[in-house]
């Protein structure tokens, strides 16, 4: 300041704030308004020159990635003469952007190899940009699981008792079956898919051959990518006692015959045993009301039952008919019979007076029809025989008269000994006193 010697005196002093990035040389001119006496103010300038600092953006600030990876950019933001460089925080992040001034960061994701999530980073001028990456999907797997008691223990020959293999699928995808393998005297065969999470069942079948030991493992052939797909399965073949039956099917005919009104019901005996049996009764079994079994021979604790007379050879196979009478017109759905073998006496041969048969011929299923005339109350008694010079043989059992005419149909066993398409057959009919 002129009058104050070679040193200048600082009266102000002022500050000045510019914004960041701000780079440029900006000259300020100072003046006063009015000065003290004997001083003056001579116009002075000065530069104003930023610190150099830089403000940064990014956008997007962040990314999305899927499991399988990709490339993709986001934009820097910042004044032209700033400098800036890409840094990513993980080695399955790749990129080599920098520049100056605004521009953009280019960048690719390698495959996440893991099932879990991932987070990384991108940065640029201390500013983040956040990086999430899927997981990879869970790969496809079938998990099979096999349960059940296959111990089917002592089983006499000639039988067939039956159990439940589980085969269940814990995975995430379907679980095919293409074949099971059993070991000799079981059986049990099934393919098919099995959804994640569910189970099937498979009927697995013991049918020893001779009096032995049978056993093994269960094998299930399948595409399963784990668990265990196998299962032990064990049984016992021993001889059955001397003459013994077994019910091979019981099979009732819904369809009611319209030359009878009658429901007929086949039941399928084998003999398994080692001896003949020289006859059986059938107790028959969840009779409905208003269902009365016609074949019955009798009762027993108001069961009825219904007995054969005849040999049963080991092995032989004997098919039985029952007939059924229903009030309502509707098959008895459910009834069933027990069998026992048992020693039955041929029935005694009835006489009376004979009856006059009105016709008799074989129908196309088999059954020989014998068609008479009764009266109400009466009792009638039909017997058989192969040629006119043998013995008549009794059928069983006796009818009722109804004051109409019966058609009586020969079914065979047990009615008579065998079919009646077997060879000749000829009828006649008494009439009890």
């Not at 002075?44 to 930023?50: D, L, R």
């Not at 269960?218 to 049984?235: E, H, M, Y």
């Not at 021979?297 to 007939?323: D, H, R, S």
């Not at 229903?326 to 041969?349: C, M």
Request: hydrophobic letters at 35%; glycine letters at 10%.
């Amino acid at each position: 300041w002129p009058g104050v010697g070679t040193t200048p005196v600082l009266l102000y002093r002022a500050w000045f704030t510019t914004a960041s990035g701000f780079s440029e040389t900006t000259t300020l001119r100072f003046s006063a308004s009015s000065t003290p006496p004997g001083y003056s103010l001579d116009a002075q300038s000065a530069s104003i020159v930023s610190d150099g600092g830089c403000i940064y953006a990014l956008e997007p600030s962040n990314a999305l990635v899927s499991a399988s990876g990709g490339a993709d950019s986001f934009n820097v933001n910042t004044a032209a003469e700033c400098a800036w460089t890409a840094s990513p925080s993980d080695a399955w992040i790749h990129t080599t952007s920098s520049g100056t001034g605004p521009g953009s960061v280019s960048y690719s994701i390698d495959a996440n190899p893991s099932t879990q999530s991932r987070v990384g980073t991108i940065t640029v001028g201390g500013q983040t940009f956040t990086i999430t990456q899927d997981g990879a999907a869970e790969p496809p797997t079938s998990v099979i699981a096999l349960s059940g008691d296959l111990a089917f223990g002592d089983v006499t020959v000639g039988q067939s008792p039956t159990r439940t293999l589980t085969i269940s699928n814990s995975g995430n995808a379907d679980l095919t079956v293409a074949s099971l393998t059993y070991p000799a005297g079981f059986t049990g065969a099934w393919t098919g898919r099995i959804p994640p999470g569910r189970s099937t069942n498979i009927t697995v079948t013991f049918a020893p051959a001779t009096a032995n030991n049978y056993g093994g493992t269960v094998t299930v052939n399948s595409d399963a990518t784990g668990g265990t797909n196998t299962l032990p399965i064990s049984g016992r073949g021993i001889m059955p006692p001397p003459g013994t039956l077994a019910i091979g099917e019981q099979v009732l005919n819904p369809e009611l015959d319209r030359q009878t009104g009658l429901f007929y019901q086949q039941v399928v005996v084998t003999n398994i045993g080692t001896q003949p049996v020289e006859g059986l009764r059938l107790s028959v079994t969840n009779l409905p009301a208003g269902v009365w079994c016609l074949s019955a021979t009798g009762t027993n604790q108001g069961m009825p039952f219904v007995e054969f007379c005849g040999t049963i050879k080991p092995n032989q196979t004997l098919t039985l008919t029952l007939a059924y009478y229903s009030a309502n017109r509707q098959a008895p759905v459910g009834v069933r019979v027990i069998i026992e073998p048992t020693v039955v006496s041929p029935p005694p041969l009835l006489t009376g007076q004979l009856q006059t048969l009105r016709n008799a011929y074989l129908r196309p299923d088999g059954k020989m029809t014998v068609e008479f005339d009764t009266q109400p109350g009466r009792t009638y008694a039909v017997q058989y025989q192969s040629d006119l010079n043998g013995e008549w043989k009794q059928a069983q059992p006796t009818v009722r008269g109804t004051g109409l005419r019966m058609l009586w149909l020969d079914s065979g066993p047990p009615q008579t000994e065998t079919p009646p398409e077997a060879g000749a057959r000829f009828y006649r009919v008494i009439v009890l006193p």
